[in-house]
């Protein structure tokens, strides 16, 4: 190998890896997004959290090569960011292999949509997500009951120590898709998917944060097999943004705003606005993304970011993330499709 072949291999290895850890500087929904090691990001069905002036970005970690019809994760992956666009892998804060973990989640079937909130009253990080342990009540098999399983740390990046599993929404069969909601008053909200009927109810969390009191709410006015809820306030109101019920199949996103958790909802219809160039879907198929959850903007007042879930079955470590701007007019929510966008300050 020549010197000038040697010397150019090597700036051409340069220039890559400069290119891989360059800086985010916007949000390009839709399109792949490298952390800042230049890898994909490998949290789905997640949530992100603001702790000490860090964002924490927690979800499932993907294993490569399989399919979401088989057993395909291996834990709860953890980023970090302080400008919401660039982000740290710091791996797994909760894995199916740890030394000594439970038979729960060293073999469970599923493993998913983790949620992550700061506790004040423990000083815990606790985090609750989807289970399917392998052996249910009466020791049946699969996803005949569907548990939600919880885990605690002391650090937000863990290593998060398994504290058990519950049935949600009072109901022998569980519950299946959910989100954690605070409220004004610092309590927690179990809200969830009763099986099997469908019906999206609420319950509130005990003072440790990791089991429901014992009574659940039906959350009046929620249209039936609404998946993937979001719960955020604005100005005394609640909202509540989903889904359809369609599989890994995309499905028009809903929106409802109430003045209390419990309800009555009432129903404002589809958020969604514009076309997803990359797949030419729109607001008929949520862009091609799932509601996951929804975060205040740090740049702008009265602004939120809406974060979704492109569902990729086939190949899910790259199935990609939608996050969009959900802004206000006249008092109703809209998420109008951006191809790039960046931060925008409010203007004094």
């Known amino acids: 190998m020549s010197k000038i072949f040697r010397a150019l291999r090597a700036l051409a290895l340069g220039l890559l890896t400069v290119s891989l850890a360059a800086q985010v500087t916007s949000f390009q929904p839709g399109q792949p997004w490298l952390d800042t090691e230049g890898k994909h990001i490998n949290a789905h069905g997640f949530n992100v959290i603001r702790h000490e002036g860090v964002y924490y970005w927690y979800g499932s970690q993907k294993i490569p090569g399989l399919n979401e019809s088989q057993k395909n994760e291996a ?13 740290k892998n710091h791996g ?61 740390s002391f650090a937000p990046l863990g290593p998060f120590a398994y504290e058990g599993k519950y049935t949600g929404a009072e109901s022998p069969k569980g519950s299946g898709d959910f989100g954690i909601y605070q409220d004004h008053k610092g309590d927690f909200w179990h809200i969830a998917v009763r099986k099997p009927d469908k019906k999206l109810v609420c319950g509130q969390l005990r003072p440790d944060g990791l089991r429901p009191e014992s009574s659940y709410s039906e959350m009046k006015g929620i249209t039936a097999a609404t998946e993937a809820p979001v719960v955020f306030s604005r100005k005394g109101h609640l909202y509540l943004l989903g889904s359809g019920s369609t599989g890994w199949n995309p499905n028009p996103a809903r929106i ?25 879907l729109g607001p008929e198929k949520a862009f091609g993304g799932q509601s996951t959850f929804v975060i205040p903007s740090p740049w702008k007042d009265d ?38 966008w960046k931060p925008r300050k409010s203007t004094p």
């Open 75 to 87: 834990g709860v992956s953890c980023y970090s960011s302080t400008d919401l666009l660039n982000w």
């Open 92 to 152: 797994l804060v909760f894995s199916v292999n740890a030394e000594g973990q439970h038979e729960d989640i060293a073999k469970a079937g599923i493993l998913d949509r983790p949620k992550v909130f700061f506790h004040p009253p423990t000083k815990k990080f606790v985090m609750h997500f989807k289970l399917y342990p392998p052996h249910a009540a009466g020791d049946t098999k699969g996803t005949d009951v569907a548990y939600v399983g919880t885990a605690s």
């Open 256 to 280: 409802f705003v109430a003045d209390q958790i419990t309800g009555p909802w009432t129903s404002l219809g589809n958020p969604a606005e514009g076309i997803n160039p990359h797949n030419h």
């Open 303 to 340: 602004e939120w970011i809406a974060m979704f879930d492109i569902w990729n079955p086939a190949d899910p470590v790259k199935a990609g993330y939608i996050w969009l701007p959900l802004r206000f007019e006249n008092d109703k929510p809209l998420i109008r499709w951006e191809t790039e």
